[in-house]
């Protein structure tokens, strides 16, 4: 045993910092945060394993926060502190934050030095769409959803409906509906997830063609005949379909146990809820009830890649990666170890990345047919953002709990929402 | 370091050398004192004075105008007024249970430190892995007590998603989690009167059991229940676990407390400014209740 000297103690700091030196000096390295590791670690480890054999040089390393809300206070501390990662995939509508205080950087000049027209590369201008906040490309879509009907095929057997010819509209889906909440035995008919976040309303008022602001973001737009539209659709479902007062944690165990004929959420949990459901019951998915036709569209979902780097090296380091995990490979990985939908035009239309994943897995296909009416994720202006989505969750609340009139809740969700809008002088 | 030494050793009678291997033993509980606790609390006494937002460029001094906006901000009185209540039920529920339970357990022959370490398992499990427990047990449709409920004609309440529900399920939840905690506080207590006592009350005339409760076990648990009282006010004006696993302060706000709130503002809402406002209001509840304890109640408890 030796001595534990004074001189030796005085030493370790500096022993314990040498690695960091070491690090310093090898090739360039970034640093890569991402959110909701239970869902996307296979899929970033998968594009990893990829992206090192291309570039051998680069080391990555991950960064993670177990969900969105987390990954944007992560950035946006670490962005007072100066220690910003090269690289951070956030949820679509975080990005406008990111964008409007100056942290994201714009992709557009980058992706222009290496094609002319980024729909060559696979960048649709849809696609594109999806990650433009604050007047600039503040990223770079890397996985997306958007909202689609889960259904127990056994309740809607025993309720006398046909699983093969599902309800396409609401009248008949919420005709469905009362029917499986008619069989009794604790069964309910459908749940739809109003709790979460706005993301679900918006599904309804973009379904009926509405919009949440107007063109040049001063008011809101949501007040008219769509968002009462939309609200009393909430309250028919209360009281037409019996539709239970669960919180969404809730709502999904109930699905999972058979005790729910449906439940309309993301094509994100598609591969868990697969997994819940197991033998339980016969599983399908379908799309959202379509409400207008022609002028309906639906929200997307998702996350996407934003480049914060400062050092030049890193900075085109952290920009491969990116454009490896939004290109055709990354994405058809993407998409095989996760179920969100691609982001890259070439891997949807090429049948050689996803073509064959899509025929064995037809739970993952009713998202892929609403891509074409799919559009961005509203994101509100101002340092308001989140809250006003809270504002919209807590007036749905009341249409549940039948506390308010679809009237009554719009009114005070519109002007809720207007004194929580940036004043313009 | 050294400067905050040295002056204090200077004036010391002991020994120079002596004084300041005290200084230095008790140097990192200081330095931790101030890095830790002292500091943070300053800034954020400071920050509830500024607009501050995470990720912002700068901030502002804005005086008052946060607690001006407390006063105003309907979520923020609903909070508060969630958070009294919240602390109404569980401050009695958990402690005259936990008194209750202490009296049968001590007066009971067999089987106590398994009864005891029965109760006190909630204290040392892991809050939020027992509020999933608690999920599934408050199920409305595939929940056991539900479950149990229908079966005997009742109603089927939606325990944790309805308005009018959910602080209540919310405060069994926390008379639960308090109650093994308070049970064995009061063991030590009970085990601390003297058994004379109780001989000498007897001979008084005292022949009943609740006459000696009343006249022997309640007086002489004062400090005891004091000190319970205390700190079960302060865990109950903590209650966060549960809120942020269980409901998130829905729906329309009818379980939102104020730590809940304080979580939200800052770290949701990105408005630390604001959020160390109400940060400053749980401090000064807190303090109050310690200052309840010690300069109000203390003297009047005591006995012996």
């Known amino acids: 045993m030796t001595a534990f000297t004074r001189r030796a103690a005085f030493a370790l700091p500096a022993a314990l910092a040498l690695p960091a030196l070491a690090r310093a000096q090898g090739a360039a390295e970034i640093t890569v945060h991402y959110a909701q590791p239970n869902i996307y670690k296979e899929s970033y480890d998968a594009i990893l394993a990829g992206f090192a054999k291309r570039e051998p040089n680069i080391r990555v390393n991950f960064v993670t926060t177990p969900n969105y809300e987390e990954g944007a206070q992560l950035l946006l501390r670490q962005s007072a502190t100066g220690q910003l990662p090269d690289l951070s995939y956030q949820g679509f509508n975080r990005l406008r934050i990111f964008a409007e205080r100056g942290i994201a950087q714009d992709l557009a000049p980058l992706l222009k030095q290496e094609a002319a027209d980024p729909a060559t590369l696979g960048y649709s201008k849809n696609l594109l769409g999806l990650a433009q906040f604050g007047g600039m490309q503040a990223g770079l879509a890397y996985a997306a959803s958007n909202p689609v009907c889960y259904y127990n095929a056994d309740l809607v057997k025993r309720a006398g409906g046909d699983p093969e010819n599902f309800?396409?509209?609401?009248?008949?889906?919420?005709?469905?509906?009362?029917?499986?909440?008619?069989?009794?035995?604790?069964?309910?008919?459908?749940?739809?997830?109003?709790?979460?976040?706005?993301?679900?309303?918006s599904a309804l008022l973009f379904g009926h063609g509405g919009r949440m602001l107007n063109d040049d973001e001063t008011d809101v737009a949501f007040a008219g005949p769509e968002g009462l539209a939309s609200l009393t659709l909430l309250q028919r479902m209360v009281k037409q379909a019996g539709m239970p007062n669960l919180t969404a944690v809730a709502a999904r165990q109930a699905f999972a146990a058979g005790k729910l004929g449906m439940i309309f959420q993301t094509t994100a949990l598609v591969r868990g809820t697969a997994a819940g459901v197991g033998n339980n019951f016969a599983l399908r998915t379908t799309g959202m009830p379509v409400i207008d036709p022609v002028k309906g569209r639906l929200p997307t979902g998702g996350a996407a890649g934003m480049l914060t780097a400062k050092d030049p090296a890193k900075r085109a380091a952290a920009m491969k990666f990116l454009r490896y995990s939004t290109g055709p490979e990354g994405q058809a990985m993407m998409v095989k170890a996760s179920g969100y939908l691609p982001c890259n035009q070439i891997a949807i239309d090429d049948p050689q990345y996803l073509g064959a994943f899509y025929r064995e897995n037809p739970l993952f296909v009713a998202s892929v047919k609403q891509i074409p009416i799919s559009v961005p994720w509203y994101a509100f202006p101002g340092t308001n953002s989140v809250r006003v989505t809270q504002t919209m969750v807590d007036n749905q609340a009341r249409i549940v709990e039948g506390t308010a009139t679809p009237e009554q809740a719009m009114a005070d969700m519109a002007s809720e929402v207007r004194r929580l809008l940036p004043r313009r002088s | 370091m050294s400067d905050m030494a040295l002056p204090a050793a200077a004036g010391a009678r002991a020994p120079l050398g002596e004084a300041f291997a005290a200084w230095m033993l008790s140097?990192?509980?200081?330095?931790?004192?101030?890095?830790?606790?002292?500091?943070?609390?300053?800034?954020?006494?400071?920050?509830?004075?500024?607009?501050?937002?995470l990720g912002a460029d700068g901030?502002?001094?804005?005086?008052?105008?946060?607690?001006?906006?407390?006063?105003?901000?309907?979520?923020?009185?609903?909070?508060?007024?969630?958070?009294?209540?919240?602390v109404?039920?569980?401050?009695?529920?958990?402690?005259?249970?936990?008194?209750?339970?202490?009296?049968?357990?001590?007066?009971?022959?067999?089987?106590r430190t398994f009864f005891r370490a029965v109760f006190f398992l909630p204290v040392v499990s892991l809050t939020v892995a027992m509020a999933a427990a608690w999920?599934?047990?408050?199920?409305?449709?595939?929940?056991?007590?539900n479950a149990m409920l229908h079966s005997i004609g009742a109603g089927q309440p939606e325990w944790l998603s309805s308005s009018s529900t959910v602080m209540l399920s919310l405060s069994a939840i926390g008379i639960w989690e308090n109650l093994g905690f308070n049970l064995v506080l009061f063991l030590a207590g009970l085990t601390a009167i003297p058994r004379e006592l109780y001989s000498a009350a007897e001979v008084d005339g005292a022949r009943s059991a609740w006459e000696r409760f009343r006249l022997v076990t309640w007086p002489m648990l004062g400090p005891t229940t004091l000190f319970v009282l205390t700190i079960t006010m302060i865990r109950a004006v903590r209650v966060f676990d549960t809120v942020a696993v269980l409901t998130q302060g829905g729906p329309n706000k009818a379980s939102q407390v104020l730590l809940y709130t304080m979580y939200e503002e800052g770290f949701t809402y990105f408005r630390?400014?604001?959020?160390?406002?109400?940060?400053?209001?749980?401090?000064a509840i807190v303090l109050a209740l310690m200052w309840l304890q010690t300069k109000v109640l203390d003297k009047r408890v005591h006995y012996v």
């Open chain 1, 167 to 201: 309800p396409g509209d609401w009248d008949g889906v919420l005709a469905l509906a009362a029917k499986i909440d008619a069989l009794g035995d604790g069964i309910d008919g459908l749940w739809y997830t109003w709790n979460g976040d706005d993301w679900m309303f």
């Open chain 2, 59 to 86: 901030l502002h001094w804005i005086g008052f105008e946060n607690f001006a906006e407390l006063l105003r901000d309907r979520a923020f009185a609903t909070s508060l007024r969630n958070t009294l209540v919240y």
């Open chain 2, 88 to 111: 109404g039920l569980v401050t009695p529920g958990s402690i005259l249970g936990a008194l209750a339970l202490a009296l049968l357990i001590e007066a009971g022959t067999r089987g």
């Open chain 2, 135 to 145: 999920q599934y047990l408050l199920h409305p449709t595939i929940g056991p007590l």
């Open chain 2, 27 to 53: 140097a990192p509980a200081i330095l931790a004192y101030f890095l830790m606790l002292l500091l943070p609390t300053l800034a954020t006494v400071a920050l509830a004075f500024t607009d501050y937002e």
């Open chain 2, 272 to 283: 630390l400014g604001y959020s160390a406002a109400i940060t400053l209001v749980f401090l």
